[in-house]
């Protein structure tokens, strides 16, 4: 609750709004309950003893429906609206703050399990305002209403009344959501495990098929959704609970008010029409309970949903901008110094490596699968700081300046860059946002793949499916090194660029290097035999550590 206060604050307009139309249902619902049952027994008994106008009733009764049915509509736009448009916000404050979250280490978690806290769990927060707060504080008024009425017409029925209210509004509701908290996480969380079986199972569908193990990513799924059923069977059985203990509060308290109103019509202090009303009115502000013991019943999951949402809001990002950035010069040299790493205390990748890329230069890092090359552009990203040593660009600790200027200045195209969902031009114009075609057509020729997309049918508004499903992974794998090329950063950073790439391409490509980083400096990682032109300087990695510099 602590995280959607300010949200709802924001939209107190709204919400009042709301508040004031649920109130008005309610009281129009328990009047039209009221009014028809004096009118009804005034009206039986108007035919024995007692003279009774019947205009003014029946129009009451027929003003009251109308009320109730266009305020209950009314409440349910505003509340809707008003809540739609406050987890619409809480989920751009999610994903941006997740984002930050996200490199080198991550957080502790899986895909699966943050996309179900940006949907599932927010959308287990909308019925905390629309099944908890907004009738909770239609009740509170319905309590002041009912203390108010039977005052007026049977005071000795207060106490009992209010205190009938008060159980079935407030305590009851409050012990199943004591009790209900364990099932309520234990939900969310099942919930959350079948998200991540099903992107699995989705993801990794051509491997378990080669491999002839379906039947495994099936009985993964299938375990999730048993654990899912078995947790929301328990919650309904709880929320089941709250309709009945809701018509029992009611049922109580009408029956202890009947029984003083009896003594009272007994000894002539309140009249039978007005008896009758008084205790349907009763029924008709009891109406505010159901939706109350419903959602507390579902309320345990909506605080474990809230609970999962307030961890990503609360983890501080580990990169920061520091308070007083410096300014990272056009250009100047990148210059790593000394630098050691390690993703755990226990265990170096790399240790006291030191270099300079001098501006224009291109330098190849070489070295076996693990030893680090990946690691460090990450590092020269800030992806994650070093844990020993620095490094510089034009002479400025990176670890100075902001976030953004540092990627203005230094471009990586990583080992494992995703096609977005778009089409090519949306999937280019993420290095370059201004772009025209010819700038782009430049890219796509520099990383070999301008007369693919010319001959595609729409060209640059061809349409890519998802993770670039309708291109070849070397395809993918050049238009992400197109969009990289497309970036104005001076300081270039290729992890693998050739992934993907027939021998062919890759030499060819290699070679071309030299025209497509034009004038800015390079550093790239690969595995691949470099032409002898196409970098300045080969630095070798083994084991975390620099071990030999060869000048081409
Ligand atoms: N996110 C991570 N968490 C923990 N350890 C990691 C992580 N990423 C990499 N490592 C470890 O760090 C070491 C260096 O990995 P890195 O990816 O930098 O190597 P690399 O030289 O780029 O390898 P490759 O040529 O296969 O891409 C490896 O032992 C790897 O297991």
Redesign the pocket.
Known sequence: MKLLWPLILRRAPGFLLALALSVLTLAAGAGLLGVSGWFLTGAALAGTAVAFELFAPSSAVRGLSFLRIGARYGERMTGHAVTLAMLSELRSTLFARLIPLVP???VAGRTGDFVARLTADIEALDMVMLQAVLPLLTACTAAAGLALMLWLTLPEAVPVGVAGFALTALAVPLALVLGGRRIGAATVSASSDLRVAALDGIDGHGDLVALGATEAGMERFNAAAAQLRVARLAEARRVALGPALAQLGAGLTMAATLWLGLEALASDRISGPILTGVLLAILGLFEVTGPILRGAGRIGSALAASRRVSEIVTTRPLIRDPLAPARLPGEGPLVIDHVSYG??IDRP?LTDVSFTAQPGERIAIL??????????LGLITRLDDVNAGAIRFGGIDIRDATLADLHDHIALLT?DAPVFIGTVRDNLRIGSPFADDATLYTALGNARLAEFVRGLPQGLDTWLGESGATLSAGQARRLCLARTLLSPARLILL??PTAGLDGATEAEFLGDLLTATEGRTLVV?T?AALPRAAVDRVVR?ED?RLVETERR
């Open positions: 080198m280490k991550g993703y755990g990748v070295g076996a699968s693990g030893s680090g090359k990946s690691t460090l080992q992890d693998e990682a595995h990695f975390g």
